[in-house]
């Protein structure tokens, strides 16, 4: 595979700004998605849960007295994840290695793993993290990122595909990727195919190139894939968000608390698809803790469904850099937006889960499984509007992109509607290239 690999980080001291941007033209590697910029100041720790806006403006507490995420476990695909941190303490579960470098799943290179393992299961003990998914669990499965090729194996190649197949024959039904590459490579996509035929909910972080080459990033571009972008406090997608048909759901992304490196001694205000993704797993996690006995094509049609979105925004298009709309779990669980549909049918690729009734190869014919709701029309009574459920009609795969102006699709978070303009987001990424 030759392809061009990018990775963005910039950290914070206390007193001083210490940018540190890693970004590569490679033929392998895996680029962090996440921590591209660190404010001049570190976080203290307990001051981190003043500084999680999004869980106010998702009502999560409201949407904690009814779902905590109990019960689901998601796999954490990163360099590593520090189990020992006050917010993880009881929160991770065994995992795998397969980054071929010295140490094991539990060693985080860069404190990157383990901000996203907070974000999605933090318990914000400690004054660390408070997750979304609180009563989630975390399985790390620790892979080859680029800084750690970089300085550890440099002849190595990336070992992404690896660590999906490994996640996949885990407990878990999420698999959280907040990495990725430039250009297709079959064993990744093989093995993300691999991951669909088993259930698994994917999601991965659409790059922070968008004022650079806004190239496409794998593996959020495989078809079973939920590519996510990041969203400011105002619903403005974040400059640096990537944006294009692979972005399907977007979740706040920008002034997220950041683990400042491999020391976790601070945090540091942060901001990237990374921890976007993050979120939108730790989603995931509690609209399918709510609902047990659902398929992941029913949570992921839900996610869809109860995306917010403008009130303008016309029924039956996507936005380039909002795709469906901004992660809301309380739409559905405390108002019961989105409708599951069927079962076997994927929400992102119209077509019937491998081994489902009615699949290619499957024993029974595709007539005798018709399904419940095409994922090519809204759900009835779907709505994205807050209050009394009525609104913009549902959001579904197979719809057309919006050939409006993206810039009109906002933000609705929990009960609260702002309607903003996208024309990007508000902070500023830089980036600097280097021969690999």
């Given at each position: 595979m030759t392809a061009g690999m990018s990775r963005a980080k910039e950290r914070g001291a206390l007193h001083?700004?210490?940018?540190?941007?890693?970004?590569?033209?490679?033929?392998?590697?895996?680029?962090?998605l996440g921590i591209t910029s660190m404010a001049p100041a570190a976080v203290a720790a307990d001051g981190v849960r003043s500084k999680q806006w999004y869980l106010d403006a998702m009502n999560a507490t409201t949407v904690w007295e009814k779902t905590t995420g109990s019960g689901i476990s998601v796999a954490v695909i990163d360099g590593g994840v520090n189990p020992s941190t006050p917010a993880l303490k009881g929160q991770v579960l065994p995992g795998v290695d397969v980054s071929g470098i010295a140490g094991d799943e539990t060693d985080d290179y860069d404190g990157h793993g383990t901000t996203i393992a907070e974000l999605i299961a933090g318990t914000g003990k400690g004054g660390g993290i408070q997750g979304l998914a609180p009563g989630a669990k975390i399985i790390p499965i620790r892979t080859l990122v680029e800084e750690m090729r970089e300085k550890e194996a440099p002849d190595r190649l990336h070992t992404v595909d690896k660590a999906i197949r490994a996640a996949v024959d885990s407990e878990a039904k999420i698999i959280n990727i907040s990495l990725g590459q430039e250009g297709w490579d079959n064993d990744t996509k093989d093995a993300v195919e691999y991951a669909a035929s088993k259930g698994k909910l994917m999601?991965?972080?659409?790059?922070?190139?968008?004022?650079?080459?806004?190239?496409?990033?794998?593996?959020?571009?495989?078809?079973?894939?939920?590519?996510?972008?990041?969203?400011?406090?105002?619903?403005?997608?974040?400059?640096?968000?990537?944006?294009?048909?692979?972005?399907?759901?977007?979740?706040?992304?920008?002034?997220?608390?950041?683990?400042c490196d491999e020391t976790f001694k601070q945090y540091c205000d942060g901001q990237g698809t990374s921890q976007a993704t993050a979120i939108a797993s730790?989603?995931?996690?509690?609209?399918?803790?709510?609902?047990?006995?659902?398929?992941?094509?029913?949570?992921?049609?839900?996610?869809?469904?109860?995306?917010?979105?403008?009130?303008?925004?016309?029924?039956?298009?996507?936005?380039?850099?909002?795709?469906?709309?901004?992660?809301?779990?309380?739409?559905h669980i405390n108002r019961g937006v989105g409708k599951p549909g069927d079962p076997n049918?994927?929400?992102?690729?119209?077509?019937?889960?491998?081994?489902?009734?009615?699949?290619?190869?499957?024993?029974?014919?595709?007539?005798?499984?018709?399904?419940?709701?095409?994922?090519?029309?809204?759900?009835?009574?779907?709505?994205?509007?807050?209050?009394?459920?009525?609104?913009?009609?549902?959001?579904?795969?197979?719809?057309?992109?919006?050939?409006?102006d993206d810039s009109q699709l906002g933000l609705i978070l929990g009960g609260a509607a702002v309607v903003v303009v996208l024309a990007g987001g508000a902070f500023f990424f830089l980036r600097k290239r280097r021969a690999a």
């Amino acid at each position: 595979m030759t392809a061009g690999m990018s990775r963005a980080k910039e950290r914070g001291a206390l007193h001083t700004l210490r940018r540190g941007l890693l970004c590569t033209l490679a033929a392998v590697g895996v680029g962090i998605l996440g921590i591209t910029s660190m404010a001049p100041a570190a976080v203290a720790a307990d001051g981190v849960r003043s500084k999680q806006w999004y869980l106010d403006a998702m009502n999560a507490t409201t949407v904690w007295e009814k779902t905590t995420g109990s019960g689901i476990s998601v796999a954490v695909i990163d360099g590593g994840v520090n189990p020992s941190t006050p917010a993880l303490k009881g929160q991770v579960l065994p995992g795998v290695d397969v980054s071929g470098i010295a140490g094991d799943e539990t060693d985080d290179y860069d404190g990157h793993g383990t901000t996203i393992a907070e974000l999605i299961a933090g318990t914000g003990k400690g004054g660390g993290i408070q997750g979304l998914a609180p009563g989630a669990k975390i399985i790390p499965i620790r892979t080859l990122v680029e800084e750690m090729r970089e300085k550890e194996a440099p002849d190595r190649l990336h070992t992404v595909d690896k660590a999906i197949r490994a996640a996949v024959d885990s407990e878990a039904k999420i698999i959280n990727i907040s990495l990725g590459q430039e250009g297709w490579d079959n064993d990744t996509k093989d093995a993300v195919e691999y991951a669909a035929s088993k259930g698994k909910l994917m999601f991965a972080g659409v790059g922070n190139d968008a004022e650079d080459l806004n190239n496409v990033d794998y593996p959020a571009a495989y078809p079973d894939v939920v590519g996510v972008a990041a969203t400011d406090a105002a619903g403005k997608a974040g400059k640096f968000s990537e944006h294009g048909d692979e972005v399907h759901l977007a979740a706040p992304g920008v002034d997220i608390p950041t683990w400042c490196d491999e020391t976790f001694k601070q945090y540091c205000d942060g901001q990237g698809t990374s921890q976007a993704t993050a979120i939108a797993s730790a989603s995931a996690a509690l609209i399918w803790s709510a609902n047990p006995d659902w398929t992941a094509n029913q949570v992921l049609r839900v996610m869809f469904e109860s995306a917010g979105r403008s009130e303008d925004a016309k029924p039956g298009s996507l936005s380039s850099y909002l795709g469906h709309g901004i992660v809301r779990p309380g739409a559905h669980i405390n108002r019961g937006v989105g409708k599951p549909g069927d079962p076997n049918l994927s929400p992102l690729t119209n077509e019937r889960t491998p081994g489902s009734p009615g699949a290619p190869g499957s024993s029974e014919s595709s007539a005798s499984s018709e399904p419940s709701g095409s994922a090519s029309a809204p759900a009835s009574g779907a709505s994205n509007a807050p209050g009394d459920g009525e609104g913009d009609k549902a959001v579904t795969a197979g719809a057309s992109k919006s050939t409006e102006d993206d810039s009109q699709l906002g933000l609705i978070l929990g009960g609260a509607a702002v309607v903003v303009v996208l024309a990007g987001g508000a902070f500023f990424f830089l980036r600097k290239r280097r021969a690999a």
